[in-house]
């Protein structure tokens, strides 16, 4: 199995950007599909990005599409989201997760949480306007 551990959350200006990172742990991150999910409070946690296990393909919330950007880089285990042009709805829990099966290629997919065996703990992103 995988461990994951978020890096990156903080409190940031309307307009700015913040890059996060998942690093994973305990077996190789090339073995899962990955996918950061949010979660603000009192909604239900929801998919923002997701990339295959090779990083050929990847999907977007339409609500983050042109501002955030996810990558992966299996050789150091981690797993990117960079988000630019933050706003204040972006304004959450961030989590990553695994999914070992890995055989999505739509959002629609990608966005079910059953599908993903391992979860991080979170990072708090904070957007003031």
């Known amino acids: 199995q995988v461990q994951l551990v978020e890096s990156g959350g903080g409190l940031v200006q309307a307009g700015g950007s913040l890059s996060l990172a998942c690093q994973a742990s305990?077996?190789?991150?090339?073995?899962?599909?990955m996918g950061w999910f949010r979660q603000a409070p009192g909604k239900e946690r929801e998919l923002v990005s997701a990339i295959s296990k090779s990083g050929g393909r990847t999907v977007y919330a339409d609500s983050v599409k042109g501002r955030f950007a996810i990558s992966r880089d299996n050789a150091k285990n981690m797993v990117y989201l960079q988000m630019n042009s933050l706003k204040p709805e972006d304004t959450a829990v961030y989590y990553c997760?695994?999914?070992?099966?890995?055989?999505?290629?739509?959002?629609?997919?990608?966005?079910?949480?059953?599908?993903?065996?391992?979860w991080g703990q979170g990072t708090q992103v904070t957007v003031s306007s």
């Open positions: 305990g077996r190789t991150v090339s073995a899962y599909a």
């Open positions: 997760a695994a999914d070992e099966s890995g055989f999505c290629t739509g959002y629609g997919c990608f966005a079910a949480r059953s599908r993903y065996e391992y």
